[in-house]
């Protein structure tokens, strides 16, 4: 079935430890992105790609790095995780642009930093 | 400041009607997207306007007036199912989407 794949789907972090979302589409979508969902709160934009080799920074980009080596994988990496990163992040993708085209989202990644 | 606003929760009967608005203000605009979001799910798409008016697909609609800065979400035949929170994100002129916090619609027998 064609879509997001994220991993893992739920994870408890001891805080200072380095932890890395994995996020993979298989719709050869051009662009993608990571968002942050809390409570109360819209959907923030954390990093972002709109093509296979380029990333930009979005809302909240502080504390978490990308990379995007090729067009199917953008993962996300927090380097020293902090108890403010506990979230539910999705990761989303689309045929060009984040923000001018349907997104599709993959399912979730629940992390809790303690 | 950019900014979307929408209800934080409403209520509604099944096999009722419910509408569900959203006002924003951004820096140039290029659409309004409405996304359906189950609990614990991933968002999914609703709906795209760009255009001034009332676009229909089955149960659910959207409206948009570009002059007022607003749309809204029309759900008609409610069911059970569409228990549910509803996204409302706005494109401004950089093509970069701004979210609102949601609307959750519980529908009640």
């Known amino acids: 079935i064609a879509g997001i794949t994220q991993a893992p789907t739920s994870q408890i972090l001891a805080a200072g430890r380095r932890m890395t979302l994995r996020c993979t589409q298989d719709m050869r979508h051009n662009a993608m992105c990571w968002y942050r969902q809390d409570l109360g709160l819209g959907l923030r934009l954390i990093h972002y790609s709109n093509t296979a080799g380029t990333t930009g920074k979005g809302e909240v980009p502080d504390g978490y790095s990308v990379s995007r080596a090729n067009t199917d994988d953008f993962p996300l990496t927090l380097a020293s995780a902090v108890p403010s990163q506990t979230s539910v992040y999705f990761c989303?993708?689309?045929?060009?642009?984040?923000?001018?085209?349907?997104?599709?989202f993959g399912a979730g990644s629940r992390l809790t930093v303690l | 400041g950019q900014n979307i606003d929408q209800p934080t929760e409403m209520t509604a009967t099944e096999g009722a009607i419910v509408q569900i608005n959203c006002t924003y203000q951004t820096s140039g605009f290029n659409g309004l997207f409405w996304y359906q979001q189950h609990a614990g799910e991933a968002p999914t798409f609703l709906s795209y306007n760009v255009l001034d008016g009332l676009e229909e697909k089955g149960r659910f609609s959207s409206f948009l007036s570009r002059s007022k800065g607003y749309s809204y979400l029309l759900l008609k035949e409610l069911q059970m199912k569409d228990s549910a929170s509803y996204l409302c994100?706005?494109?401004?002129?950089?093509?970069?989407?701004?979210w609102g916090a949601g609307t959750k619609l519980i529908i009640k027998p």
């Open positions: 994100a706005g494109t401004d002129s950089n093509y970069q989407l701004i």
């Open positions: 989303a993708s689309s045929d060009s642009g984040v923000g001018a085209n349907v997104l599709t």
